[in-house]
């Protein structure tokens, strides 16, 4: 009789930390689900233009990225820059709202015949975190053509120190 009360206990604590573990599933399954309903869509410029975080490509899908990760930082950029009279730049560059540093700054060159940087032709204010550019007037005229280039995108910290650059090349279209 005492065996059989110590096996119905047994069991009734196995089934217990069973229907515990099961419960702890759910309430976990649950969050998941929540957490991926109420997850704000990416802007449609975020999922139309290349993304750079670190040294990921520019193919790289921003939902794989680790957010607001010391040295992790993700410049929203479309791949082809357009300027038109020489100097009137048309493009998108954008510091995302996730990123861990709030500040960065970038710099536009044009490559020489060995893909090297070469000549500097644009120089951006700081963009905030959450912010972005659409236009520049380069620092020179350029003749009409296509260029590769070179932009440099850099974080700085809460004091205004870098904190890291990463380069991506782009495409630069000139046109009359």
Same mark, same amino acid.
């Given at each position: 009789?005492?065996?059989?009360?110590?096996?119905?206990? &047994? &069991?009734?604590?196995?089934?217990?930390?069973?229907?515990?573990?099961?419960?702890?599933?759910?309430?976990?399954?649950?969050?998941? %689900?929540?957490?991926?309903?109420?997850?704000?869509?990416? #802007? $449609?410029?975020? &999922?139309?233009?290349?993304?750079?975080?670190?040294?990921?490509?520019?193919?790289?899908?921003?939902?794989?990225?680790?957010?607001?990760?010391?040295?992790?930082?993700?410049?929203?950029?479309?791949?082809?820059?357009?300027?038109?009279?020489?100097?009137?730049?048309?493009?998108? %560059?954008?510091?995302? =709202? #996730?990123?861990?540093?709030?500040?960065?700054?970038?710099? %536009?060159?044009?490559? =020489?015949?060995?893909?090297?940087?070469?000549?500097? %032709?644009?120089? #951006?204010? @700081?963009?905030?975190?959450?912010? !972005?550019?659409?236009?520049?007037?380069?620092?020179? $005229?350029?003749?009409?053509? *296509?260029?590769?280039?070179?932009?440099? !995108? #850099?974080?700085?910290?809460?004091?205004?120190?870098?904190?890291? *650059?990463?380069? @991506?090349? @782009?495409?630069? !279209?000139?046109?009359?």
């Amino acid at each position: 009789m005492k065996e059989m009360r110590e096996k119905e206990r &047994q &069991q009734s604590k196995t089934t217990l930390l069973v229907v515990m573990i099961l419960l702890l599933i759910i309430v976990i399954a649950g969050s998941i %689900i929540v957490f991926l309903l109420t997850k704000e869509p990416e #802007s $449609e410029a975020v &999922q139309k233009i290349g993304m750079e975080a670190g040294i990921v490509t520019n193919e790289g899908d921003l939902t794989d990225l680790e957010l607001n990760e010391p040295f992790s930082f993700t410049t929203l950029y479309d791949r082809d820059i357009y300027i038109t009279n020489g100097k009137d730049a048309t493009c998108y %560059i954008g510091n995302s =709202d #996730s990123n861990y540093y709030e500040d960065m700054y970038i710099h %536009i060159y044009l490559n =020489d015949e060995n893909d090297e940087l070469s000549d500097e %032709i644009y120089v #951006s204010k @700081v963009i905030p975190r959450g912010s !972005h550019i659409e236009s520049f007037t380069a620092k020179r $005229e350029l003749a009409p053509g *296509d260029y590769r280039g070179t932009l440099i !995108h #850099s974080c700085l910290d809460e004091a205004g120190n870098l904190m890291g *650059d990463t380069p @991506v090349i @782009v495409e630069i !279209h000139v046109t009359e």
